[in-house]
């Protein structure tokens, strides 16, 4: 298997879970509160930083962000991977950057949210791993 092929099915992994989370962010109440009285006061209490907005409304823009940031990153290593690979392949920038994006990911998946998207950047932070190992065996 290619190098790129690897590298390309962690950046659609990530890409995924972006847009599934995207979706959840703004349909469905898959990431609303168990607790109807505490989506209420969301919508209705404002930060200490600025009346001009509530809890609700930055909750929103918070997942929207980091859902972004997934779509972004996995479209992006996607193009590299498939279309780019020699630019990807040799910048040393490109690859770490990646690596540290998915790792840092990973971090605050495991500190802050649950078992199933921490599964699915582990698996792509793996195979974003040996897309590395497997170019650098290939080049030597």
């Known amino acids: 298997m290619k ?3 690897f590298t390309a099915a962690s950046a659609g992994i990530i890409l995924i879970l972006g847009l599934v ?3 959840y ?21 404002s930060l200490v930083i600025t009346r001009e907005t509530t809890i609700w409304r930055v909750w929103l823009g918070l997942n ?3 859902s972004l940031g997934l779509i972004l990153f996995g479209a992006l290593y996607g193009y590299l991977a498939t ?7 040799r910048s040393t920038f490109l690859l770490a950057l990646g690596l540290t ?13 649950f078992s199933a998207p921490l599964r699915g950047i ?19």
């Open 3 to 5: 190098s790129s092929a």
């Open 21 to 23: 989370h995207l979706l």
């Open 25 to 45: 962010t703004f349909h469905g109440p898959n990431l609303h509160p168990r607790d109807p009285n505490l989506t209420v006061t969301m919508m209705t209490v």
């Open 64 to 66: 929207a962000s980091l």
């Open 83 to 89: 279309l780019q690979s020699a630019v990807l392949f």
């Open 101 to 113: 994006f998915l790792l840092s990911y990973a971090v605050v998946t495991r500190l802050y949210f």
């Open 122 to 140: 582990a698996v792509a932070a793996v195979l974003y791993i040996s897309g590395i190992v497997v170019n650098r065996a290939y080049a030597s």
